[in-house]
């Protein structure tokens, strides 16, 4: 682990748990500080399907070596909540090096004309992400060194195929996808660097979710995937953990497929 001197500084949403939980640490055993932001919803959630808690929140927090994770609760829907987590990781650490846009909602289980979905996984899985860059990338321009700053964006494996009655979280993973290449193309000559990591089914609260929707197992949707089993959190974080080091600028622009064959 670095010291606390020479260590990067990264913001990680959806932190709570799953693939979020999962960057997070593997981000800490990196030798990066984290701040970590969730909206620790719980039962309140709009999505249908308990979210995350201030008690997962702390729990991931109090688990990691002290001084290294400071905790955010806030929802990645309010332009002010990413503006105040990136002015944490200043204030903490004086300044900001990566951003991890992990939160994300799933929903849907009936056809586009049936689905009233859409405006809920517009504004948390893509204005959410837009929200994170916009407040974390001036940052990362005016810092130390913008050659080693990464933004790295949570897409899905439905960023770049169908899902059957999933249209609305299709369209956003697709924005997703859209807005990291446009955000890339924005950084061109900066150093700083943009791409998306797009998971297939992985062992998490969505996956559990979406398994409701069509009332089959998760061990069902995972059948989709070459591996033929669901990934796990830390099998995806280690490909985000890798788009935010330094090697990860090769990555640039692009979407990476960390999904265990999806489709095949």
């Not at 999962?22 to 909206?39: K, S």
């Not at 933004?151 to 899902?163: E, I, N, Q």
């Not at 953990?241 to 265990?260: F, K, M, Q, T």
């Amino acid at each position: 682990m670095s010291t606390d001197e020479e260590a990067r500084v990264a913001l990680v949403t959806g932190a709570a748990r799953g693939i979020g939980a999962a960057t997070v640490r593997g981000l800490v055993a990196a030798g990066v500080h984290v701040v970590a932001l969730d909206w620790c919803a719980g039962e309140d959630s709009p999505a249908g399907y308990p979210q995350a808690t201030k008690a997962d929140l702390d729990t991931l927090v109090t688990s990691l070596p002290s001084g290294w994770v400071e905790s955010v609760v806030g929802d990645v829907r309010d332009p002010a909540v990413l503006s105040a987590a990136v002015d944490a990781a200043k204030k903490r650490w004086g300044r900001l090096d990566i951003a991890v846009a992990a939160a994300a909602v799933i929903a849907g289980g009936r056809p586009l004309w049936e689905d009233a979905s859409l405006d809920l996984l517009w504004q948390i899985d893509v204005d959410g992400v837009w929200n994170t860059a916009a407040a974390a990338v001036p940052v990362m321009l005016a810092g130390p060194d913008p050659s080693g700053c990464r933004f790295v964006a949570l897409a899905s494996a439905a960023g770049s195929r169908g899902l059957f009655h999933l249209a609305a979280y299709t369209a956003a993973k697709h924005a997703v996808v859209g807005l990291v290449k446009g955000l890339a193309a924005d950084l061109t000559g900066t150093g700083v660097t943009a791409c998306a990591v797009s998971p297939g089914s992985t062992d998490t609260a969505m996956l559990a979710a979406t398994a409701d929707l069509y009332s089959v197992s998760t061990d069902d949707l995972a059948a989709h995937q070459l591996l033929r089993r669901p990934l796990t959190p830390d099998e995806v974080a280690a490909t985000v953990v890798h788009a935010c080091s330094p090697a990860g600028s090769v990555l640039n622009g692009s979407v990476i497929a960390a999904d265990g064959g999806f489709g095949g």
